[in-house]
């Protein structure tokens, strides 16, 4: 096994948890540089974590400390920018969500000329606890059947304070409210279970907070397995919650959290006469490890140790975007989206907002 020498740019509030999290993986990577325009921020972030490579701008930190791994903790509308740039450079990347601010944007990887074979991936951590590679290897097999109906909930609650960073809660800076910068993680790991979905109808408001964006939405997917779900991202909700439940032909699966998961947090309910299978197929898969940062990391070195294409993956991450973007098409316009509808020429492929078509709409419903 390799150790990678890692490298931090943007050193605000998830460094921090990318820092500990790299801690957690048993020598496997060395954090070997960190970059941050805020020289205060980036001395006292590298003091603590006792880095040695610290720079102020990606381009040095790449030719001087030439990292294998990047991970962009930067704000949402430098990741893509950012990312091409490490590509070329030759290192993989690891941005943080989401990964560009609109498929337009995220479709410029593909003009990357990357070096050395490096790939892209996004932390999307909720996909990497053991649960959910179990959900995802028992939902349409024999025992628990054919996932049915289905339900996403992120119920988070964010004050008017948390929009006070320059660059939250703004199309150009974020790309969206709560469905592009919160409910990602939560639908992230829904299309991660039921696969590719089909058509999204969806609302989106702006309820409570001052921002530019919506601070709720819901949608309505159809899957192309069949299965319906209704998908719900909201930043006004005092009781703070992050659930996913599956009803597949032979089993309830549920998931309750609020910012990550341990097997505990899963629930399996057999349906009548089903019990001895449903809960034997569960009890013999490995259930040891949750999600978190530090799982997706491990994934990340498995693959690159195996040279195998990086989980969360560009594909998989554009396919995460697009679903938001349908979100917002469809909240937007008053009509179903189909996945593929959004390319390039349709209003919300340049950005999420749909060439102002939803600041129009927030403007003309906003009760904030
Ligand atoms: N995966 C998760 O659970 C999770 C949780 C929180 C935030 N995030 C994501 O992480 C990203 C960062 O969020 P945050 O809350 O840490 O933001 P933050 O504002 O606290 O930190 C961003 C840092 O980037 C620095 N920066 C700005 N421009 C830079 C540049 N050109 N080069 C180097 N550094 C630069 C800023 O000075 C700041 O220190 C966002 O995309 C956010 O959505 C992910």
Redesign the pocket.
């Known amino acids: 096994m390799q150790t990678y020498r890692v490298a931090i740019?943007?050193?605000?509030?998830?460094?921090a948890v990318h820092a500990s999290n790299l801690a957690r993986t048993d020598d496997r990577a060395e954090l070997v540089a960190a970059?941050?325009?805020?020289d205060a921020?980036l001395q006292a972030f590298a003091d603590q974590h006792e880095i040695v490579g610290r720079y102020q701008t990606?381009t040095e930190l790449l030719a001087e400390s030439k990292p294998d791994i990047v991970h962009l903790?930067?704000?949402?509308m430098?990741h893509i920018d950012q990312a091409i740039e490490c590509l070329e450079a030759g290192a993989h990347v690891l941005s943080?969500?989401p990964p560009a601010l609109s498929l337009a944007d995220f479709d410029r990887l593909n003009d990357a000329k990357a070096k050395g074979g490096a790939q892209f991936s996004c932390?999307f951590?909720h996909r990497f606890g053991d649960a959910s590679a179990a959900a995802q290897s028992l939902i349409g097999g024999s025992d628990f059947g054919r996932p049915l109906v289905a339900r996403c909930d992120t119920l988070w609650y964010r004050p008017d304070e948390y929009f006070d960073?320059p660059w939250r809660g703004t199309w150009k800076a974020e790309g969206g409210g709560p469905t592009m910068?919160h409910g990602i993680?939560q639908f992230d790991l829904l299309l991660h279970l039921l696969g590719p979905w089909e058509e999204v109808n969806a609302i989106a408001s702006r309820q409570a907070r001052a921002t530019s964006t919506e601070d709720f939405s819901a949608a309505l997917v159809r899957f192309e397995n069949g299965a319906a779900a209704t998908v719900i991202n909201s930043l006004l909700s005092p009781r703070e919650t992050s659930d996913i439940r599956i009803d597949c032909e032979f089993a309830t699966i549920e998931l309750s959290h609020l910012?990550g998961y341990s097997t505990k947090d899963w629930t399996i309910t057999a349906a009548p006469g089903h019990e001895d299978t449903v809960s034997s197929a569960w009890s013999g898969q490995p259930l040891e490890r949750g999600s978190g940062h530090s799982a997706q990391f491990l994934a990340m070195y498995d693959a690159l140790d195996a040279g195998l294409p990086l989980p969360a993956g560009a594909d998989s991450a554009r396919q995460t975007l697009e679903f938001a973007a349908a979100i917002y098409a469809s909240a937007f316009t008053g009509q179903p989206v189909r996945r593929g509808d959004i390319v390039p020429g349709h209003a919300f492929y340049e950005g999420m907002d749909g060439e102002g078509r939803g600041t129009r709409v927030l403007a003309s419903t906003a009760r904030a």
Do not use: N, S
């Open positions: 740019v943007g050193t605000g509030g998830i460094a970059c941050d325009v805020d921020r990606l903790c930067t704000p949402p430098m943080e969500k932390v951590q960073l910068g993680h910012y």
